[in-house]
Every structure is written in C-alpha cells, then in structure tokens.
C-alpha cells in the first residue's frame, strides 16, 4: 500500500492568514500517461461527510473556493489556505487516487488562533 | 443533481450481520465506481474497498479484504456493504462516496453509524 504521511497534526492560524498543509506519499502517485499526479484533498467539518477541494495536486473542485490551492508532484504535496477564515475550521486529509487501495493521510486538524 | 443517500444508524450485537445501503440519485450509477470509508470514533478515514456497478468488479484493502462484502445492484442504483459476523471494532460511522472523473471521491453519502455492542 501506498502510505501518506500528513503534517502537521494540527496548526492554529490567525484569521486572514495563511495555512499550510504538507502530505508526503511513501511512493510516486504521478501517472506518466498523463504526467498527472493523483492526489486529492478533502475538508471535513465536524459531524459532515468530508468534501472534495482538490484533486490531481491541484485542480480545484468546482464551487471551491479560489482562497484553497493545492500543488506538489511526484511524493510531495502541499494545501494551501491563503486567508484563513472562520469557516475553514476543520480536519483536512490527502488521499492518493492512483492506485488501489486509495489511502489516506492522517488528518491535519486547522483551528484558529 | 448527485446524490447518494445512505441507510440508517445501525445498533447490533456482536455476531450479528448486517447490510447497509447506498442509493444514488441524479446521474449515471453503472458508470462510477462507488466506494466504501471507514471513520473510527475520533479518528481518521480508512478507505475499505470500491465497486463497479456495471461489472461489480470489486477491489479491496488488504486491511478489510475478507472481513467485510462489497456489492452493488446497478438496477436499483444501489451499493452495499455488509458483514457476516460484526465486532465491537467495527463500531464505526461509514461512507459510501462517488469516484469521479478524477478517481477522487467528489460526492458523498451523508454517513451511516453502526453500533456493535452487548
């Protein structure tokens, strides 16, 4: 299995600044094919299903908020929140997309300061 | 508009079976795989298996391969996931989800928490 390795566990921003979230992947997710790498992330608020912001590394899902952008390729891939606000209080994982099993991240928690 | 509509909260003992559902509403069912999330009570997602309706071609984690069936009844539009004898372990909420063009999962059923206790 591919394993994905998040960090931090959890950060505390200001409001109106910025966020970082960094996930690494035990093994390449870049798909040569179509030079895409297969990886998403996702928002979870408490008590919702988790929802889709990115995925390959970093198109945007459609109705997400251009403040979200993700990047990386290859191994290493990072979410940012460019101004954090008050509603983006949450838990956000990764998840590779490119092979079965499609594992995820352990979470990066995001509160504010 | 897409939808997938879970079954209800489940309580059962354990050695029980049990067979929740998910029904998707709002586009072409046969023609996206459907997976299957786990989220231990304060913990993280698991991803546990995925299915094509079309074909059922099933693939799943090693960590739940055997313990759990996925299947899916594409004239119904619904998945399932079931287990044949449940554990206080499996005591959990669970997803279904959408793959979409991207493999990701952009759609998500709204959860089903399952309760095994004596």
């Known amino acids: 299995d591919i394993v994905m390795t998040q960090s931090p566990d959890s950060l505390a921003v200001s409001l109106g600044e910025r966020a970082t979230i960094n996930c690494k992947s035990s093994q390449s997710v870049l798909y040569s094919s179509d030079n895409k790498s297969y990886l998403a992330w996702y928002q979870q608020k408490p008590g919702q299903p988790p929802k889709l912001l990115i995925y390959?590394?970093?198109t945007r899902e459609s109705g997400v908020p251009d403040r979200f952008s993700g990047s990386g390729s290859g191994t290493d891939f990072t979410l940012t929140i460019s101004s954090l606000q008050a509603e983006d209080v949450a838990v956000y994982y990764c998840?590779?997309?490119?092979?079965?099993?499609?594992?995820f991240g352990g979470g990066t928690k995001v509160e504010i300061k | 508009e897409v939808q997938l509509v879970q079954s209800g909260a489940e309580v059962k003992k354990p050695g029980e079976s049990l067979k929740i559902s998910c029904k998707g509403s709002g586009y072409s069912f046969p023609s996206h795989w459907i997976g299957w999330v786990r989220q231990m009570p304060g913990k993280g997602l698991e991803w546990m298996g995925i299915?094509?309706?079309?074909?059922?071609?099933?693939r799943y984690s090693p960590s739940f391969q055997g313990q759990v069936t996925i299947s899916a009844d594409k004239s119904i539009s619904t998945a399932y996931l079931q287990w044949s004898s449940l554990r206080a372990s499996d005591s959990a909420m669970y997803y279904c989800a959408r793959s979409g063009g991207g493999t990701s999962f952009d759609h998500w059923g709204q959860g089903t928490l399952v309760t095994v206790s004596s």
């Open positions: 390959w590394a970093s």
């Open positions: 299915i094509f309706p079309t074909d059922s071609d099933t």
């Open positions: 998840q590779q997309h490119y092979t079965t099993p499609q594992t």
